[in-house]
């Protein structure tokens, strides 16, 4: 049987990670988090040579790999942020399609916030299936600079709208949507509408 893959993105804020969370607790989806894999990754002698030709040796310190340097350099450099946006992406599928083999019956759904953007969206077999999670923007903003993330500080306002630039606009993610699940609500409606999203993935009610 041919593992089925669905794609799951959306801007920085949207709430993804937290639709992601709720469709893994479904006993028939596997969720990959490419940035959780990506980061495992970076370790690797392959990864780790490319990314210190790419960025410097001041990526990585003593073989550990450090994020905040590496996002201030892609961030501010168009080039070099779509040349490792790429080689990211590229590495992440091939790791994850490995994966997948081994739970071939299962709905694999892969959390991608630049999908579309890093070229990813190649990967996915025809016709693709695409999960794109929306969010009113001044709540994607709030929630964003009140994020904690263990070992980073949260980002600035100018570090946020750096970022937003080089993701696509809402509007255009949700031209290419085969589901769409908004996110600017209470987490009990958002509990209903991920439980909705689920039964249209297995053919249920819509």
């Given amino acids: 049987m041919k593992p089925r893959m669905i794609g799951l993105t959306g801007n920085m804020g949207c709430g993804k990670s937290t639709v992601a969370k709720m469709l893994a607790a479904f006993p028939d989806v596997v ?3 490419t940035d959780l894999i990506w980061r495992e990754m970076l370790s690797k002698k392959f990864q780790r040579d490319y990314v210190t030709f790419l960025i410097g040796e001041h990526a990585y310190i003593d073989g550990v790999p450090q994020i905040g340097v590496i996002g201030e350099v892609i ?10 946006e790429a080689f990211a992406g590229m590495h992440t599928m091939l790791e994850i399609a490995f994966r997948m083999e081994t739970q071939s ?13 890093a070229g990813v969206a190649k990967y996915f077999p025809d016709p693709r299936e695409i999960i ?18 263990p070992g980073r500080p949260c980002l600035t306002r100018a ?5 937003v630039k080089s993701q696509w606009p809402q509007e255009k993610k949700v031209a290419l949507a085969t589901y769409l699940v908004d996110t600017f609500c209470s987490l009990p ?11 249209q993935l297995i053919g249920g009610k819509s």
């Fill in 105 to 117: 019956d299962k709905m694999h759904i892969i959390e991608n916030a630049i999908l579309f953007e």
């Fill in 31 to 33: 969720v990959y988090n």
């Fill in 132 to 149: 794109v999670v929306t969010c009113d923007e001044e709540e994607r903003l709030r929630r964003v600079l009140v994020r904690e993330i």
């Fill in 159 to 163: 570090q946020f709208d750096a970022r």
């Fill in 189 to 199: 409606e958002l509990e209903s509408r991920v439980k909705d999203l689920h039964d």
């Fill in 75 to 84: 961030f501010a450099d168009d080039e070099k942020r779509i040349a490792l």
